[in-house]
């Protein structure tokens, strides 16, 4: 029998669950090894030889090059590996999830100045929707 | 006898780490953050605990995938932070009471609860931003400081209930050690916040409130919460939260409620702060 997963109705979220980290294994163990400095620097000197030493799926490594963090989710990445990637271009939690909401770090940051994004509208896949989708 | 006498519940925050670690405390968007430690700073210079048992999680920098423990007792002889991609931050090196963590290990494996032993691993924000909260900025810990890395970054986290049940087993071990210790548990991590994917930003104030309710009034309920309830409602990291439920089980059923903070926002998260001793 299937497990039950209740979570696959919030809306513009994606739980890493265990089949999540199954598919996004090297995708996340790439992003791991940017903690050390000198992986750092292979990486930046040339993106695409660094993630071609690594088993991931082209459509991963695609999604690395582009920066498209939700695609790299929906691949299997998390969010706590990824970080490694946009602390590797210098960028911020704020900066990352921004661009994973389709806002500007500005609008943002006003966003969440103003008490953050409200939980009405935004806790049911089928509920009128206010922002994430 | 060690006992232990309070426990501290705290956000740990990234963001926070950096604006301490930068000089960035006294401006305006820091400043509440921090004005809500400050009755804590003198608090915990008048408590002078001996050991802290600090239950945070990891963040994907001491644990990859190559290894996720539920529960992970740290029982070195102390530990360094951790380079999270942008070097270690410039806070002291932790130290462990040894001969207390080895105790804790025994007592609570013999109480049914399968605990992981790590020896070597470095801590991250998780575990330092509570400690600069509390202490400041300082050249040394001022006590010992024994790590509880509870995995919630792979889904499903320990239950809440399960969560509970460890501090009881974490109390039973404390008070079964010879030497005298004033010993605090810290309970770290929240409260709401999503950092991931188009809902992130997620802020639930009213689940945060009735949370820091519940956690001093009730939480033999709150422990039967089930995660479906703070991954929809305090958003996909809120989940945290169930750490919490470690530092309380740690206490006595009633306790007094010192201090009390709640701000949104600190970057992406609500920060939600308790101080607890036991009546």
């Known amino acids: 029998m299937a497990l039950n997963k209740p979570y696959s109705d919030i809306p513009g979220t994606t739980i890493f669950d265990a089949d999540m980290a199954r598919i996004g294994f090297h995708l996340n163990q790439f992003a791991m090894s940017l903690m050390k400095a000198q992986n750092r620097e292979r990486f930046k000197a040339d993106e695409r030889a660094y ?3 690594w088993s991931m799926t082209e459509e991963q490594k695609q999604a690395v090059l582009d920066r498209d963090y939700n695609r790299m989710m929906s691949l299997g990445g998390n969010v706590y590996f990824l970080a490694k990637i946009f602390s590797t271009d210098g960028l911020s939690f704020q900066f990352a999830a921004a661009t994973m909401t389709g806002m500007t770090q500005p609008e943002y940051a006003q966003m969440m100045l103003d ?4 939980p009405e509208g935004n806790l049911y896949k089928n509920e009128p929707n206010k922002g994430a989708s | 006898m060690a006992k232990i006498t309070a426990g501290v519940t705290t956000s740990h ?9 930068n000089g ?9 953050v921090f004005a809500g430690y400050d ?3 003198k608090w915990i210079a008048e408590q002078k605990p001996d050991v802290i048992i600090l239950v945070y999680n990891d963040h994907a920098s001491a644990f990859s995938l190559d290894l996720i423990p539920t529960f992970a007792l740290g029982c070195g002889e102390k530990y360094k932070p ?4 942008w070097g270690p931050r410039p806070v002291p090196d932790v130290y462990s009471h040894q001969e207390l963590a080895s105790h804790i290990a025994q007592s609570v494996i013999t109480d049914d609860f399968d605990l992981t032993v790590v020896n070597t691993m470095d801590v991250d924000h998780g575990l330092t931003v509570p400690l600069s909260l509390m202490f400041g900025q300082t050249d040394a810990w001022p006590c010992k400081v024994i790590p509880l890395a509870v995995n919630v970054v792979l889904y499903p986290p320990p239950s809440g209930q399960r969560c509970y049940d460890l501090g009881k087993a974490l109390r039973r071990a404390v008070e079964s050690f010879d030497e005298d210790l004033n010993v605090q548990i810290w309970g770290t991590g929240g ?13 639930n104030k009213e689940f945060d409130n009735n949370f ?16 479906i309830n703070y991954v929809r409602e305090a958003g996909s990291e809120g989940v945290e939260l169930v750490m919490w439920l470690i530092m309380r089980g740690a206490l006595n059923d009633k306790v007094t409620q010192k201090h009390r903070f709640y701000h949104v926002p600190a970057s992406n998260t609500a920060v939600g702060h308790l101080i607890l001793e036991n009546k």
């Open chain 1, 51 to 53: 993630l071609d030493e």
């Open chain 1, 115 to 118: 008490g953050g994004r409200s």
């Open chain 2, 13 to 21: 925050v990234p963001a926070i780490g950096a604006a301490l670690d």
């Open chain 2, 24 to 32: 960035k405390a006294n401006e305006e968007y820091w400043k509440p």
């Open chain 2, 39 to 41: 009755y804590s700073k």
């Open chain 2, 82 to 85: 951790a380079d999270e991609g």
């Open chain 2, 191 to 203: 409260m709401s916040h999503q950092l991931q994917g188009p809902r992130a930003g997620l802020i």
């Open chain 2, 212 to 227: 820091l309710d519940k956690i001093v009034s009730d939480p033999e309920a709150l422990a039967k919460v089930p995660h």
